[in-house]
């Protein structure tokens, strides 16, 4: 089982639309969460972090939820320019065990 | 600032060849990384550095080497490259902490045939 798990998608939406990503970890002890974004051929930004109160950034709410060890992701009214693989981020103890997912992949459509 | 740079950006090797890659950051940071990004298998950590002359492996060392002789600069260093080297390669750089942002370079694509 890999350690941090996405749907790979891809999912295809229409602008406008609202979509939500989930993501599980394995691993109790994990600490800190992120949700980071990748468009194609380009390397990883951060687009937010997951806190337990979970937070909210515009048009994109992150939510963690420790007891069922799942992190979520939702985008209302999609743009085309959110088109991008959005990758899952899990952290340990220690800081340097950071575990990323193999990510979902979004396509908005006009 | 540039941010976080990396050379080359594209290379292509035969097998048995070696080569370095070279990361620089210019944003002080004490932690830096490097990745490997596979299709459907996500970023996983081959080294990372805590600070200047400090290194340690991650998840996929073998088969690679790095060293931090400069703050500013992490090397990854493949002595002998292998078909199952064939990746693209990202350095990161972060300050210390447990919800620190990692910043990315734009990667370099390697090909080994």
């Known amino acids: 089982r890999k350690e941090v798990e996405q749907d790979p998608g891809p999912f295809n939406v229409p602008e406008g639309a609202t979509v939500a990503f989930n993501c599980t970890y394995s691993n109790s002890a994990s600490q800190s969460f992120f949700w980071y974004r990748q468009d194609c051929r380009k390397e990883p930004k951060l687009l937010m972090s997951v806190y337990s109160s979970g937070n909210e950034d515009g048009r994109f709410t992150a939510q963690l939820n420790r007891a069922s060890q799942y992190i979520s992701l939702l985008i209302r009214d999609s743009k085309l320019s959110d088109s991008a693989t959005y990758l899952c981020?899990?952290?340990?103890?220690?800081?340097?065990?950071?575990?990323f997912g193999a990510g979902t992949r979004l396509f908005v459509k006009a | 600032n540039a941010g976080v740079t990396q050379t080359p950006k594209f290379r292509v090797l035969k097998t048995g060849q070696s080569m370095t890659l070279l990361c620089a950051q210019d944003?002080?940071?004490?932690?830096m990384y490097w990745y490997r990004q596979d299709p459907g298998m996500g970023l996983r950590l081959i080294h990372y550095s805590v600070g200047e002359g400090t290194t340690a492996k991650g998840e996929v060392p073998d088969g690679y080497n790095v060293s931090r002789l400069k703050k500013q600069n992490f090397l990854l260093g493949l002595e002998s490259a292998a078909p199952s080297q064939t990746s693209v390669y990202f350095c990161?750089?972060?300050?210390?902490?447990?919800?620190?942002?990692?910043?990315f370079g734009p990667g370099t694509r390697l090909l080994v045939l």
């Open positions: 944003m002080n940071h004490e932690y």
């Open positions: 981020v899990v952290k340990g103890t220690g800081g340097f065990k950071t575990i």
């Open positions: 990161a750089s972060s300050t210390p902490g447990g919800w620190e942002t990692q910043y």
